[in-house]
């Protein structure tokens, strides 16, 4: 029984796009392109907002900034479809870009077009399907990782993105950049976030040779093949995609793979499924990990800290534009326990020294 593929709903209210004004630029963008013009949303994900376009027996996605967004690095539009230019020939599992628009009188903001692919996106839960299965589950999060490992070992000149190295010091640029992040997005003050600054700070790695880092990698930004769910077919959400030490992009992915026991307020979020039977741990993940590229994984609380930071200064970044009236999205009115939930993970970690 194959899982059911990720689906499109309506758009939510207040994220509508201007069809008239969409199908009168894709009509010059993509000429070969015919038919009426129909838009639906992929409803979960809560940064760059994601629209499926229907275009006669054509089907594109979309990629936009949230409305409202005060954080331009972070929905840079521009930067993302370049990311999967560079990738195109190079790395199969990117998808195609098709159009890339900085005309803001079309929809107000950059935005891209690109292929869709079409496969299964595990979130919150595993679906029936897959259920009662732990064996294949712990398959599937190998396969995850092991995806993350063949990222780090593509081939920066073939993708011509090496330019994004901005050269050593990419550890301390990243912590540094995040806590400033913080400053400016905190709405309230919370003393975890002061010691995890100074304990990162304090401990910084000998860095690691740069390859690609794709930045926000985790389970529901992995399309799987619902036939197979141990073969991936597409990595998405590339918009933070840059060139650096890959110790701390395996930090981000550990800061969101969820196991038996992390604070209740982090799995409510309901991001991963990997607390599920059969779910790799993060101990495991990180040894798995270090077996596939050969790199030293001894001092991964590190990057684990430094990714739990970050994704608390993401999740503060969202709440913040909610408590601003920025957006009025209900999912976002309880973000701020969940930046605390991260805080004390974080502390809890650096006091019992692993992950």
């Not at 929809?107 to 839960?125: H, K, P, S, T």
């Not at 990243?174 to 709405?187: F, I």
């Not at 100074?198 to 799987?224: C, I, S």
């Not at 890959?246 to 991001?271: F, R, S, V």
């Amino acid at each position: 029984m194959k899982a059911p593929l990720d689906a499109a709903t309506k758009v939510r209210e207040g994220e509508t796009l201007d069809l008239d004004s969409l199908a009168r630029y894709l009509q010059t963008a993509l000429p070969e392109l015919s038919g009426p013009l129909s838009v639906e949303q992929f409803p979960s994900g809560y940064s760059n907002l994601t629209y499926l376009l229907k275009k006669g027996e054509h089907e594109l996605v979309l990629r936009r900034p949230p409305f409202g967004a005060r954080v331009k690095s972070g929905h840079d539009m521009q930067r993302e479809f370049t990311v999967l230019s560079g990738l195109h020939g190079a790395y199969p599992h990117a998808p195609t870009p098709l159009a890339m628009c900085t005309d803001h009188d079309v929809l107000g903001c950059d935005f891209y077009v690109m292929e869709r692919r079409r496969g299964l996106i595990v979130r919150n839960a595993l679906p029936e399907a897959l259920q009662g299965d732990p064996p294949m589950f712990g398959r599937m999060c190998a396969a995850v990782v092991d995806g993350l490992a063949d990222l780090h070992g593509v081939d920066l000149e073939a993708t011509g993105l090496a330019q994004l190295d901005r050269g050593p010091g990419y550890v301390q640029r990243q912590v540094e950049g995040w806590l400033r992040r913080w400053d400016k997005s905190k709405t309230s003050d919370l003393a975890d976030y002061d010691t995890i600054g100074a304990w990162l700070r304090g401990n910084l790695p000998v860095e690691q040779p740069h390859t690609l880092v794709h930045n926000d990698y985790k389970f529901d930004n992995v399309m799987l093949d619902p036939g197979d769910p141990t073969r991936i077919v597409a990595v998405l959400d590339w918009e933070m995609c840059t060139v650096g030490d890959p110790l701390m992009d395996l930090g981000t992915t550990l800061g969101y793979w969820t196991q038996p026991g992390d604070d209740p307020a982090w799995q409510a979020m309901g991001l991963t499924p990997t607390a599920a039977p059969g779910g790799l741990t993060r101990a495991e993940v990180a040894a798995r990990y270090g077996e596939k590229t050969g790199r030293d994984v001894s001092g991964a609380l590190y990057y684990y800290v430094f990714g739990l930071l970050k994704i608390g200064v993401i999740v503060q970044q969202i709440f913040f534009r909610f408590a601003k009236g920025h957006t009025k999205d209900p999912r976002f009115a309880k973000l701020d326990r969940v930046v605390a939930a991260l805080g004390r993970m974080a502390v809890g970690a650096i006091d019992r020294a692993t992950l």
